[in-house]
């Protein structure tokens, strides 16, 4: 039986109809596995951790995703509900005009924790911003950040992230499938909130509403991290 089943087989592949076979064989599971795969909207939109979340690292997050650079292999959001005890005066120690400011810092996200990003409400910014949505702007170069936090007499209208959260298209759309992530539309008012702890609360599902803990995301890292090198 082996023997008979062998020679079929050579025989189909002299003949090239066993390529026949199994190309549709093929096509039919990448189509089955591109029909099971969620689709991702364009950015902005909002990732809400939902309860079953399984890394503690976005425990409770609500994730506001840019658009990526043209053909770049790796989407990217800022988490933007978790906002640190560090303030722009304890980051910014050496600029006088930001010593005694109290305003927190964000925390971004678990990658590249040393590059900042500056969300800017408002039709006036520098050339180094980009629009991401409406009147909401975003910009990553160190210096200009720098300069509007000293010079924004609407500090309300900024909001400072160290770090960043990415994936993979795919990585991202099967943690959606899994269900450790819900899309929501964006919006600039979820990102200025003067309290920004109760908008996963408001986001998430309603019958899965649960008590929220910090004390999941590192906190005390930041804390305890020694900024100087971020001095101007």
Request: include cysteine; hydrophobic fraction near 45%; glycine fraction near 6%.
């Amino acid at each position: 039986m082996q023997c008979a089943m062998r020679r079929l087989y050579h025989r189909l592949r002299r003949t090239g109809l066993l390529f026949v076979l199994v190309l549709p064989i093929a096509s039919l599971a990448s189509a089955v596995h591109a029909q099971t795969q969620p689709k991702l909207p364009p950015a902005p939109y909002l990732l809400v951790a939902t309860v079953g979340m399984p890394d503690p690292m976005f425990d409770h997050s609500v994730i506001l995703m840019l658009a990526a650079p043209a053909q770049s292999p790796i989407i990217a959001g800022v988490i933007i509900n978790k906002p640190t005890d560090v303030t722009w005066g304890r980051l910014f120690r050496d600029a006088a005009e930001l010593r005694q400011s109290q305003q927190k810092v964000y925390f971004g996200g678990p990658v590249a924790f040393d590059e900042p990003m500056l969300f800017i409400r408002g039709a006036h910014t520098s050339k180094a911003a980009t629009r991401v949505m409406d009147d909401l702007y975003a910009n990553a170069d160190i210096a200009q950040i720098v300069a509007t936090l000293k010079t924004s007499r609407v500090p309300g209208h900024l909001r400072l992230f160290l770090g960043r959260a990415q994936w993979t298209p795919d990585q991202l759309r099967g943690e959606i499938r899994e269900g450790s992530w819900e899309i929501k539309p964006a919006e600039v008012d979820a990102v200025f909130r003067p309290d920004p702890t109760g908008l996963w609360q408001e986001l998430a599902h309603p019958a899965h509403l649960r008590e929220v803990n910090f004390d999941a995301y590192p906190r005390a890292g930041l804390i305890d991290a020694d900024f100087s090198w971020f001095d101007h």
